[in-house]
């Protein structure tokens, strides 16, 4: 069980950051293990060959039978039993980092001890406290399904399994083709500060090109970053920043929204400080491009410490923060956008209360227009304090509720925005949240006029229908962005149009090459694509969206064409790297509100 579920959560170092505290459970479970074969050897150290023979609490053969979630119940259980064997936290971290030098891949070695010092203290309290159900735990965390989300699934899953059958509903009526104004949207800048000109790109940690890098295999020729970036596990330097935000500023959008992840991807080298510091200095960043452009902008799992945590219960023995400075921080930090975006004052003031205390706002940038920035660390599978069920997220949706019915009374229009699409595609969001986030789509969408994400780093898209069926009518549509850094993809921006209804008529995606860029005076922002050009749209609302997916699920061609725009148009996303399995799981994504 430990070799096997260690394969399971084995990091593929493109995606590193977002299994890092996932595998770290398992980290935690299988040091268990060992403390426990080691009290009964009473040895210094046990191999783990040894510790496999340890037994394992007995799993229901009723309960749910995939192999992720069967180990995923093994393991939890098996820290179930080292709890009750009195593991102290000391313990935990100990022989987290013995067990994770001893089993996980050279990149991630590097930085055991670090990572397992860095999330034992929140970890530990909160999974002591919480009691070990292993199927209800596995369910959190996303390895098995519950009964209703089975049943949920079943329901949707066959015509998303063959989307070929699918037959959208006509388009009868298109939005007044008329541009009003423009919206820069950015994400996950991740920008990197600690980037060094010629430092080793192919380096043995996670994220490379540091002065501190070193080369992962000495046999191979090294790699050294160049001063614009590099298109690998690399964050974007200052230099290509700056040119980005001077690219995109240059486009004079009426309107600009941040949807969060600033900082580099060094989860297991921040502080609190340098969390502030670097949040505090992005934002002066961007505020030189945009001096008197308004600007909204939300929390990313990534602008906390640690990378994925947040909690507003008092401190406790299971709440080890309550994160209070990173809201006092980032309040201070964008209450001069806010107060500056806002056109009314008491608005704006209101505003930075709440996110003050909460890490959400909305404000109103222009009558009849209102910018939601939503908390998604309510959403996020990797916070763990949603372990505790304590529904602290519940807070959130009732303010939005009557935000957007507020709004509705005053004819208001409705952008959401947050960082963690609701989605249930995989770097997604809770089942629980999604659900309740749906309800009130489907009883707003008259006033909800568009959706903006990021997150994935990657170019998508989710429809959201009138009932959890995707032949129902499409009611909602989440953008989302690909991301402003590299670390392995092509750093980009986009800019939306919208009419006076600021309903979205078109955008432009802009990307750029640091390959190129390097070879040159710097890095050239190219439009690669227009969705209604690219992809023969009336216009982009969510009928039209609905007919572009269902035509894609019959045209290899066309969906190729967008699974390029997807990755960036990178080489793994070259026409045939998509195969069927892959193409059904994109379209799953895309139809399915609860993922497939």
Avoid at 107 to 129: D, E, G, K, S
Wanted: aromatic letters at 10%; glycine letters at 4%.
């Amino acid at each position: 069980y430990l070799f096997f579920a260690f394969r399971l959560t084995k990091l593929s170092f493109s995606i590193f950051i977002f299994e890092t505290m996932r595998s770290f459970l398992c980290l935690l479970v299988a040091l268990s293990l060992i403390s426990i074969a080691e009290s009964h050897g009473k040895r210094e150290k046990i191999t783990v060959k040894e510790a496999e023979k340890v037994t394992l609490p007995k799993i229901n053969r009723g309960e749910p039978s995939s192999p992720e979630c069967l180990a995923c119940m093994a393991i939890v259980g098996a820290f179930d039993f080292a709890i009750s064997s009195s593991l102290s936290q000391s313990q935990a971290e100990k022989l987290g980092t013995s067990v994770c030098l001893s089993v996980t891949e050279p990149r991630v070695q590097t930085i055991c001890p670090q990572i397992v010092a860095t999330m034992t203290p929140t970890l530990f309290p909160i999974l002591v406290a919480i009691g070990f159900e292993p199927l209800q735990v596995c369910i959190d965390i996303g390895y098995c399904e519950s009964n209703s989300t089975s049943a949920e699934k079943k329901s949707i899953v066959p015509a998303k399994s063959n989307p070929k059958r699918m037959k959208p509903k006509p388009q009868t009526t298109f939005y007044q083709d008329s541009i009003n104004g423009t919206i820069l949207h950015l994400s996950d800048i991740h920008w990197d500060d600690l980037y060094a000109t010629g430092s080793i790109v192919n380096c043995n940690e996670p994220l490379c090109c540091r002065s501190s890098s070193v080369q992962l295999n000495p046999n191979e020729p090294p790699k050294y970053a160049s001063y614009w970036g590099e298109n690998e596990d690399c964050d974007i330097p200052l230099a290509s920043l700056d040119a980005l935000l001077a690219s995109s500023a240059e486009r004079k959008p009426s309107l600009v929204i941040i949807t969060g992840d600033n900082t580099p991807h060094d989860v297991w080298n921040q502080t609190k400080a340098l969390t502030l510091d670097r949040l505090k200095r992005i934002t002066e960043i961007i505020s030189k491009h945009f001096p008197n452009t308004p600007i909204v902008s939300s929390l990313g799992n990534h602008d906390s410490y640690p990378v994925d945590q947040f909690n507003r219960m008092k401190k406790d023995s299971a709440h080890l923060d309550n994160f209070d400075w990173l809201l006092k921080g980032i309040s201070d930090y964008w209450s001069p956008w806010i107060v500056s975006a806002a056109w009314n004052v008491s608005d704006a003031k209101q505003a930075v209360v709440t996110l003050r205390n909460y890490g959400y706002y909305s404000i109103s940038p222009k009558r009849g227009l209102r910018v939601v920035a939503l908390n998604t660390f309510w959403s996020d599978e990797l916070n763990w304090y949603n372990l505790l069920a304590e529904k602290q997220g519940d807070n959130q949706f009732e303010w939005l509720e009557k935000t957007l019915a507020d709004s509705k009374k005053r004819g208001e229009k409705i952008i959401l925005t947050g960082h963690i699409p609701p989605s249930n595609a995989p770097s997604a969001s809770l089942a629980s949240y999604i659900t309740k986030y749906i309800r009130l789509i489907r009883k707003y969408s008259p006033i909800i006029v568009s959706q903006l994400y990021g997150h994935t780093h990657k170019d998508q898209f989710h429809l959201q229908y009138s009932d959890s069926n995707s032949t129902s009518t499409a009611v909602g549509m989440v953008y989302v962005t690909s991301s402003a850094t590299a670390f392995g993809m092509h750093p980009g921006y986009r800019i939306y149009k919208h009419n006076n209804q600021f309903q979205f008529l078109d955008y432009d995606h802009y990307l750029a090459d640091l390959s190129l860029a390097n070879n040159v005076t710097g890095p050239v922002w190219v439009k690669t694509y227009s969705p209604r050009t690219a992809y023969s749209m009336k216009d982009l609302s969510p009928a039209s969206w609905n007919d572009f997916a269902h035509r894609m699920s019959n045209d290899t061609n066309l969906f190729d064409q967008w699974y390029y725009n997807k990755m960036t148009r990178t080489s793994r996303s070259v026409p045939g790297s998509c195969n069927e399995a892959c193409r059904n799981s994109n379209l799953c994504d895309i139809f399915s509100e609860s993922g497939c």
